[in-house]
């Protein structure tokens, strides 16, 4: 049974930097796609970065070029370094794992129904 468990959340003031990890457990092996989603108060959740394990990542627009997903195998650790927080940022954020989604020749990163491993989620919270 693969478990993920989040950690790395908190409380920074817009414009500042927090790291996120989520360690994984009781996977056979590296043949999964990671993402990270979050959920706002009130709002779907919403993917914003995976990566395969060839390599291939996609950013949601409204993270790209500010947040950096990777992925550490040696110590089973997904990771989402976010630069440049906004208030908007604020959001429970939880990593997932699944097969991976493409279309059309594009590593995409999906939505919640393309997941099928779930952590329990770290807050977030940006101020002004």
């Known amino acids: 049974l693969v478990q993920l468990v989040e950690s790395g959340g908190g409380s920074v003031e817009s414009g500042g930097s927090l790291r996120l990890s989520c360690k994984i457990s009781?996977?056979?092996?590296?043949?999964?796609?990671m993402g990270w989603f979050h959920q706002g108060p009130g709002q779907a959740r919403e993917g914003i970065a995976a990566a395969d394990n060839n390599g291939r990542i996609s950013y949601a627009d409204s993270v790209k070029g500010r947040f950096t997903i990777s992925i550490d195998n040696a110590k089973n650790t997904l990771y989402l370094q976010m630069n440049s927080l906004k208030p908007e940022d604020t959001a429970m954020y939880y990593c997932?794992?699944?097969?991976?989604?493409?279309?059309?020749?594009?590593?995409?990163?999906?939505?919640?129904?393309?997941?099928?491993?779930w952590g329990p989620g770290t807050q977030v919270t940006v101020s002004a």
């Open positions: 009781g996977a056979a092996d590296n043949n999964y796609c």
């Open positions: 997932a794992a699944g097969a991976g989604v493409y279309r059309d020749y594009r590593f995409d990163i999906g939505s919640e129904g393309d997941y099928g491993y």
